[in-house]
């Protein structure tokens, strides 16, 4: 019995969550110059680049670009979730998404031909605020490389790249990406469970 009491107790002093459909959670709103847009990617560097998120979200989803000389049916994106550019992480997720040709080319260092990325992962859990996105891509190799926009736009700080554990350099412009997921919200419990409830703890108290 007083397993109920402490079940139906809780059950008042807690709100449900719920999130809401799939959508944009953060544009970094950079503006693409694909003939000076490639920074080296791949398990050897990383890419950072700071967001924000205006409400506690299920992030699932990222959209980005890459330059590729070979190209690619797809994409693995391991993305690290940190506190800020080089802090401390406070999740990882591993993405896979298609590569889609854009039609662009970037003749930064050599020739390579863009791609647009839409790679998905399991949910991330962050509550509203700033946070940075560290970036790794394979397959590894010079070949590919992250889509970047100008200095003036974008979010924030602009991005920083990292080689293995050397210092973090700094750069003037911003890493072009998007995050999607689902918005969590709060919903109280209804005023009609509300007065069940407070009844059927008062019925088992005098029980």
């Not at 591993?94 to 949910?123: C, H, I, K, M």
Request: aromatic share 12%; net charge negative; charged share 10%.
């Amino acid at each position: 019995m007083c397993f109920f009491k402490l079940l139906l107790a809780t059950l008042l002093i807690l709100n449900f969550s719920s999130a809401t459909a799939s959508s944009l959670l953060f544009d970094n709103g950079a503006t693409l110059d694909p003939t000076n847009a490639t920074w080296n990617v791949g398990s050897f560097y990383k890419i950072y680049d700071d967001f924000e998120l205006m409400q506690d979200s299920q992030v699932t989803g990222i959209d980005f670009r890459i330059y590729s000389v070979s190209g690619g049916s797809g994409v693995v994106a391991n993305l690290s979730f940190y506190d800020t550019i080089g802090g401390t992480i406070i999740e990882s997720a591993r993405a896979v998404g298609p590569a889609t040709p854009n039609g662009t080319t970037s003749t930064n260092f050599n020739v390579r031909f863009g791609y647009d990325v839409a790679a998905t992962f399991p949910e991330v859990v962050l509550s509203a605020g700033i946070y940075a996105l560290g970036i790794t891509v394979s397959p590894n190799g010079s070949n590919l490389a992250v889509g970047i926009g100008s200095g003036d736009t974008g979010f924030g700080s602009p991005l920083s790249q990292q080689f293995f554990t050397d210092p973090i350099i700094d750069h003037a412009e911003h890493m072009v990406f998007s995050l999607h997921g689902e918005i969590i919200t709060s919903v109280p419990i209804p005023a009609a469970l509300w007065l069940f409830t407070t009844g059927l703890l008062g019925m088992i108290g005098v029980a």
